[in-house]
């Protein structure tokens, strides 16, 4: 499946581009039952939320689940990155975030890439992310929340957040380690405005490296769980030159190109 020359365009404008139904049932099915079962296992890429009672993220699911490891690879996913990256491209990241009901905890503003630049020593911003979604997502259970066009911004660099918890799970933790200052916000949703991406189980929502979002706390009876596949373009790939990287389910270290599987 490849994007028309005016999605393309709506991608590059917006930083963004919301695919409804993309996804079908049984491909979401497969999923979720992946997720459960998942759910039951110790993996380190599982993140709780501060309080402990439920899971925020599972990272990596594709380095121990076939399903995932599948899902990756369909061309619906592979044709329209390799077309906003100009190359072959590969698995830098994969997570679930799940956003649970009456518990799932918010996201502050951030951009994606500055995560990639300073923990994972990718050069450029030649890196996007495909968010499916798994639940219904509408104003009620914690939406993604993009400014349209903050893309255009590029990298902002940012310092180190001293409330944020040390290691890789500052980076994934409800106190962010890069967090974008609340003035800046401001001024950019005064120029831009503001997106919430809501829809039907299935959507797809392509969004750029460095579109600055955030999402709130979930305290409606619905569950949000949303699949983020981050893809890297190949020639951007980092050099792991021996200094102690973050985990592979933060980081991939299979680089190679990724060819498609038969759609199922
Ligand atoms: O550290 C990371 O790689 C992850 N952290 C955030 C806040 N977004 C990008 C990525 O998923
Ligand atoms: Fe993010």
């Known amino acids: 499946m490849k994007l028309t020359h005016n999605q393309l365009a709506e991608f590059n404008k917006l930083g963004y581009l919301s695919l409804e139904g993309l996804v079908e049932k049984d491909e979401l099915n497969q999923i979720l039952s992946s997720i459960n079962e998942i759910s039951t296992q110790n993996y380190p890429g599982h993140v709780l939320e501060t309080h402990g009672k439920s899971y925020r993220a599972f990272h990596g699911c594709h ?56 923990e994972d020593q990718i050069k450029n911003d030649q890196i996007l992310s495909v968010m499916i979604f798994l639940d219904d997502i509408d104003e009620f259970n914690g939406p993604l929340y993009f400014i349209p066009g903050s893309h255009l911004q590029g990298f902002i660099d940012v310092n180190k957040s001293e409330l944020s918890p ?97 759609e199922a």
């Open 63 to 118: 380095l121990y689940s076939p399903v995932f490891n599948s899902f990756i690879r369909l061309s619906k996913f592979l044709e329209p990155a390799r077309q906003i990256l100009k190359d072959a491209v590969y698995l830098h990241q994969l997570k679930v975030n799940l956003k649970a009901a009456y518990s799932g905890e918010m996201w502050p503003w951030h951009q994606d890439y500055i995560y990639w630049k300073k």
């Open 166 to 262: 040390d290691g890789w799970e500052g980076n994934v933790s409800a106190s962010l380690s890069y967090q974008v200052d609340k003035s800046l916000i401001s001024s950019l949703v005064k120029k831009y405005g503001l997106y919430s991406a809501k829809g039907k189980k299935g959507t797809v929502v392509w969004f750029h490296g460095n579109l600055i979002h955030a999402s709130p706390s979930n305290i409606s009876p619905f569950t949000r769980r949303i699949l983020i596949l981050t893809y890297n373009a190949v020639s951007n790939a980092p050099k792991d030159d021996g200094i102690e990287r973050r985990p592979e389910f933060l980081n991939g270290r299979d680089r190679k190109a990724l060819n498609e599987l038969e």
